[in-house]
């Protein structure tokens, strides 16, 4: 079944460790987005790429990093965890960066950070 | 900037019920305005989109109509059941720091019960 697969499901994640996120998509879609989601919050962009080789800062970006090497791919990397980085994880991806294109979201993934 | 507020929740029904769940934006501008759904430990997944002003989306019983004159987007749906229960995202498409992004608002978590 084509769509998004994220990966870890969870983790638990001791501070100042290093972690990647990984995502993959099999829809060939150019743009591709990383969220956080927090209870209160909603959904809050950290970054996003509109196309292989591009990439751009979101809403809290702060303490992660993201590359697009290829189209398939976009992992978030934490490149020293912080506990308020404890969050749900939510990476999509939509055909292109437009003003009305829906967007695909994979499943989530669930990280703690003690 | 642009953003979007629904009403917060938790939303009880009883199951048969009529929903409304309220959304206002303020925009620059017409944006496209989407209601997205996440059931328990899943995703987010388009639930229906209206592009332009006047416009009624629907999908699985659930509508809404783009109002431009109040920017409402109210999600309604006459009879629920237990399986709607889910959390719902109103959601905008917005121009931002060089890319279209996807601002959602913070959720309304609704519980049908039988």
């Known amino acids: 079944i084509a769509g998004i697969t994220q990966a870890p499901t969870s983790q638990i994640l001791a501070a100042g460790r290093r972690m990647t996120l990984r995502c993959t998509q099999d829809?060939?879609?150019?743009?591709m987005y990383w969220y956080r989601q927090d209870l209160g919050l909603g959904l809050r962009l950290i970054h996003y790429s509109n196309t292989a080789g591009t990439t751009g800062k979101g809403e809290v970006p702060d303490g992660y990093s993201v590359s697009r090497a290829n189209t398939d791919d976009f992992p978030l990397t934490l490149a020293s965890a912080v506990p308020s980085q404890t969050s749900v994880y939510f990476c999509?991806?939509?055909?292109?960066?437009?003003?009305?294109?829906?967007?695909?979201f994979g499943q989530g993934t669930r990280l703690t950070v003690v | 900037g642009d953003s979007v507020t629904q009403m917060e929740g938790p939303v009880t029904l009883s199951e048969e019920a009529f929903l409304t769940i309220n959304c206002t934006y303020t925009?620059?501008?017409?944006?496209?305005l989407f209601w997205y759904v996440q059931y328990p430990g899943e995703g987010l997944q388009l639930l229906l989109k209206?592009?332009?002003a006047d416009d009624k989306g629907s999908n699985k019983g659930f509508e809404a109509t783009y109002r431009k004159e109040t920017t409402s987007f109210h999600l309604e749906k006459g009879s629920v059941q237990v399986s709607d229960s889910a959390v719902y995202f109103c959601a905008l498409i917005m121009w931002g720091a060089g890319s279209y992004q996807l601002t959602f608002g913070k959720g309304t978590k609704l519980s049908v019960i039988p």
């Open positions: 829809m060939r879609h150019n743009a």
């Open positions: 209206a592009t332009k």
């Open positions: 999509a991806s939509s055909v292109t960066p437009s003003a009305n294109t829906e967007a695909f």
């Open positions: 925009a620059t501008g017409y944006p496209s």
